[in-house]
T-cell receptor
Framework: QKEVEQNSGPLSVPEGAIASLNCTYS??????FFWYRQYSGKSPELIMS????GDKEDGRFTAQLNKASQYVSLLIRDSQPSDSATYLC????????????FGRGTQLTVWP | DAEITQSPRHKITETGRQVTLACHQT?????MFWYRQDLGHGLRLIHY???????NKGEVSDGYSVSRSNTEDLPLTLESAASSQTSVYFC???????????????FGPGTRLTVL
């Protein structure tokens, strides 16, 4: 089992819809969780980080964490074509603080 | 402004040559990381460092080496380049390892390496 798994995608949604990106992780001792966005040909950039169970909102983005289910998600409300990118889930294990384990990413396309 | 830079941005080399990719950060971060990114594999960790004189192997370290002589730089060396090392290489840095926002990794712009 991989450390971090994401829904394989690609995911395609119309402009204005909610895009839902999911991620599961294998280490129950994981402490920190990150969502990065990566445009084609560019480097990953941080969108959200979350450390405790529940929801965390930042503008159109909401991260949700459920440690009991080892599940973290990212919701993008009112999706825009500029949100079209690959989204990477990253997890920090408690046993290796500082090191992040990345999923393979989910490619999102928002069509006008 | 503080930043993380990589050089060169593009490199073409031949099989068997030694290649060094540079990474420089001005945030004074303790942690630095090298990843490679290939289609179908996502980001894979090559080597990382938690501070000066500290280096650790990641999941795909064979054929690569790093050294950390100061806080700002973590150069990645391919000892004898192979075609399988054709990839995009990203350097990243973070402040600490404390399960906090300080663990956020910030990425450089990447180096596209082609080994012929």
């Amino acid at each position: 089992q991989k450390e971090v798994e994401q829904n394989s995608g690609p995911l395609s949604v119309p402009e204005g819809a909610i895009a839902s990106l999911n991620c599961t992780y294998s280490d129950r001792g994981s402490q920190s969780f990150f969502w990065y966005r990566q445009y084609s040909g560019k480097s990953p950039e941080l969108i959200m980080s979350i450390y405790s169970n529940g929801d965390k909102e930042d503008g159109r983005f909401t991260a949700q964490l459920n440690k009991a289910s080892q599940y973290v998600s990212l919701l993008i409300r009112d999706s825009q074509p500029s949100d079209s990118a690959t989204y990477l889930c990253a997890v920090e294990r408690g046993s290796t603080l500082g090191r992040l384990y990345f999923g393979r990413g989910t490619q999102l396309t928002v069509w006008p | 402004d503080a930043e993380i830079t990589q050089s060169p941005r593009h490199k073409i080399t031949e099989t068997g040559r030694q290649v060094t990719l540079a990474c420089h950060q001005t945030w004074n971060h303790n942690n630095m990381f090298w990843y490679r990114q290939d289609l179908g594999h996502g980001l894979r960790l090559i080597h990382y460092s938690y501070g000066v004189q500290d280096t650790n192997k990641g999941e795909v370290s064979d054929g690569y080496s790093v050294s950390r002589s100061n806080t700002e730089d973590l150069p990645l060396t391919l000892e004898s380049a192979a075609s399988s090392q054709t990839s995009v290489y990203f350097c990243a840095s973070s402040e600490t390892g404390t399960a906090s926002p300080k663990d956020t990794q910030y990425f450089g712009p990447g180096t596209r390496l082609t080994v012929l």
